[in-house]
Nanobody, 120 residues
Framework: VQLQASGGGLVQAGGSLRLSCVAS????????MGWYRQAPGKQRELVAT???????YYQDSVKGRFTISRDNSKNTVYLQMNSLTPEDTAVYYC???????????????WGVGTLVTVSS
């Protein structure tokens, strides 16, 4: 299973970006999907998650600004980011709990990461 994230870039404060992450490979099912980020000199932190039933969780600092969604038919998770601030600058990683074809149990898979830079 491979995850490919895209959509990062440079944006001015107050702007918006939409990240996408698509999973490929022999996948029989995907459970929770999520986005994490790691700013320079800081630990990786959870940004948002979405369960297969579409229940969501957000880190307090992004509530009301970010929206996570998923398209199960495309094995894809999205992160719509609005009202971006310089504090949102980080490498954003997607993570999925996926079950490979022929496997009984799911495993966690990570994308490579996409850089989001917000200028002031």
């Amino acid at each position: 299973v491979q995850l490919q994230a895209s959509g990062g870039g440079l944006v001015q404060a107050g702007g918006s970006l939409r990240l996408s992450c698509v999973a490929s490979g022999s996948i029989s099912g995907i459970g929770d999907m999520g986005w994490y980020r790691q700013a320079p000199g800081k630990q990786r932190e959870l940004v948002a998650t979405i369960a297969r039933g579409d229940s969501t969780y957000y880190q307090d600092s992004v509530k009301g600004r970010f929206t996570i969604s998923r398209d199960n038919s495309k094995n894809t998770v999205y992160l719509q980011m609005n009202s971006l601030t310089p504090e949102d600058t980080a490498v954003y990683y997607c993570k999925m709990s996926a079950r490979r074809a022929g496997s009984w149990w799911p495993s966690d898979y990570w994308g490579v990461g996409t850089l989001v830079t917000v200028s002031s």
